[in-house]
């Protein structure tokens, strides 16, 4: 049976709402030194003045009001977070508590190589980890994360065909790429040529090898791509694009199918990114922080932004000569907390660990696609990896969609899954398990999506509504992104009753 949320229904006001004059969430000893004003210690200029409307409110209601809030958030310690291409997996408490370390924490990014080294051999340490992983040569850690990787990636790509003597105006980009895709190649400088998927939801080799010209600087695709298939054909793929001259970056955002039993680099791969964030198991969402490290071979290695942790006779340093390099992408050396995360990720897991990751997201992805299969369309019969994409074509009979099937899911108490993306697919609905899960977790969710799909048939009416038991039914998400309020206002004053 699919579970249902026990949490209590508190409908929670704004601290502003709050708000008493008078009250205050803390209570100082009187002075024992000479009163003065902030006015007569810094500069006017740098004084700011009473914020109006600061909230006034006793330590008791502040306490409860962010305790109560706290309550109302879905995260992965809580259920299972089904994401499609996101790839939210658990993070691991070991990898927190090392990452907590005073020695690994509290080092400042300008103290001396000579006081570093052991943080310098850590990051060098991740390097080598990442470049065999992905059969690459070469590994910069410093990108923030999978899009800045990917802008990363491309400007090194620009970079090797300036200094040929010849830029390159187009980029091909695989329709069943991340979104992000068209947007790193837009602001790398280049215009987009898509390359639409065959029946089998693979690129289509055909249609690449009429668009592939020496005009075009490279091929960016995701594989597995975001339909959760591998392209099968990527060796094709490959030998289409290197025969004109072009490089072929793959976003490494599904590398969590890949793990230990595919390397990119022995694909024909030239360079990619690979999210931290995503397969090596360090916080994903809230905003970050993110890290996408970029892997290359050898040939776009003198590009690579800098510096770089590189072993030296004397230990290790970071490389600052920029040579052809395209610069900084990142202040200081990268989100250095992710790294300490990830490596922990890597030596728990081990060669055998790692690949075991990659079995489960899988056969996760597998399991879900073969009980779900009859009560949801599948979007293409090709063999699927970790993730697996459905629609909502069976319930729009009802006049049901996809959005209604997310909506009503919260209700059985699972986050839902990726919802209109890939958006190839017309009503997507993309899962991805990830690892993290058991069978049990798996079958409660999957008992979910089947009561869904007999509701949409039965009852369609409890979709159309949903959600209707939770703290907040369902909002007008359309006029919420385009008409936000962003700037909380106190409630206008009723006029007067002039009857009285």
């Known amino acids: 049976m699919s579970r249902t949320t026990t949490v209590f229904n508190i409908n929670e006001e704004l601290i502003f709402e709050k708000s008493a004059s008078g009250k205050m969430a803390y209570s100082l000893p009187p002075l024992d030194v000479e ?52 790839t939210m997996k658990y993070n691991p408490k070991l990898n927190e508590k090392v990452a907590r370390l005073g020695d690994l924490s509290g080092v ?60 390159r105006k187009y980029v091909l980009i695989a329709d069943s790429a991340h979104g992000t895709n068209p947007a790193s190649a837009t602001l790398a400088g280049y215009d987009v040529i898509s390359i639409p998927s065959n029946p089998g939801g693979t690129i289509d080799t055909s249609l690449l090898a009429e668009r592939m010209s020496e005009d075009v600087a490279c091929l960016m695709l995701t594989n597995p791509n975001t339909l959760g298939i591998f392209e099968v054909e990527i060796e094709k793929v490959a030998e289409i694009v290197h025969g ?17 039993y595919a390397r990119p680099g022995d694909m024909g791969i030239d360079v990619l990114h690979l999210n931290l964030h995503k397969t090596f198991s360090t916080p994903h969402g809230g905003g970050g922080p993110g890290s996408g490290p970029v892997a290359c071979r050898q040939i776009l290695a003198p590009y690579l932004p800098v510096p ?56 996760n992805s597998n399991y879900i696609r073969a009980r779900l299969k009859n009560h949801y369309a599948l979007a293409y019969h090709s063999p699927s990896l970790h993730e697996v994409v459905f629609s ?23 986050h839902p899954p990726t919802i209109y993306f890939p958006l190839i697919v017309r009503g997507a609905l993309m899962i991805e398990p990830t ?33 209707i038991t939770t703290k907040r039914t369902r909002v007008d998400e359309t006029r919420a992104a385009r008409q936000p309020i962003l700037r909380w206002s106190p409630p206008a004053e009723a006029p007067p009753d002039e009857s009285t």
């Open 35 to 86: 009163d003065d004003t902030i006015e007569a210690l810094l500069e006017p200029s740098l004084v700011r003045g009473e914020i109006e409307g600061f909230p006034e409110v006793s330590e008791l209601d502040l306490i409860r009001h962010y305790v109560r809030l706290s309550t109302w958030n879905y995260h992965i310690d809580l259920g299972m977070y089904p994401l499609g291409s996101c």
């Open 108 to 167: 400042h990014p300008l103290q001396e190589e000579t006081l570093s080294q052991g943080n310098l051999e850590l990051m060098f340490q991740l390097q080598v980890f990442l470049q065999e992983l992905t059969g690459m040569d070469a590994v910069s850690l410093q990108p923030a994360a999978g899009a800045q990787g990917e802008l990363t990636g491309l400007l090194m790509i620009r970079a090797y065909h300036v200094h040929q003597g010849k830029p």
């Open 244 to 260: 004109r001259g072009g490089f072929i970056y793959m976003d490494g955002a599904n590398f969590n199918a890949l793990m230990g």
């Open 308 to 363: 770089r942790v590189v072993r030296t006779g004397a230990g290790y340093s970071l490389e600052e000569s920029p040579g052809s390099s395209i610069g900084r992408v990142h202040g200081f050396y990268g989100n250095f907390g992710m790294f300490v995360r990830a490596l922990c990720y890597i030596l728990s897991c081990g060669r055998t660990g790692l690949r075991e990751i990659s079995e489960t997201a899988v056969l």
């Open 392 to 414: 909502d074509k069976k319930q729009a009979s009802n006049q049901i969609r996809t959005l209604d099937i997310a909506k009503r899911l919260i209700e059985h108490g699972f």
């Open 435 to 467: 690892e993290s899960e058991g069978k049990a977790e798996l079958d409660s969710f999957i008992d979910a999506m089947i009561a869904i799909a007999r509701e949409a048939r039965e009852s369609p009416e409890l979709l159309i509504n949903a959600p």
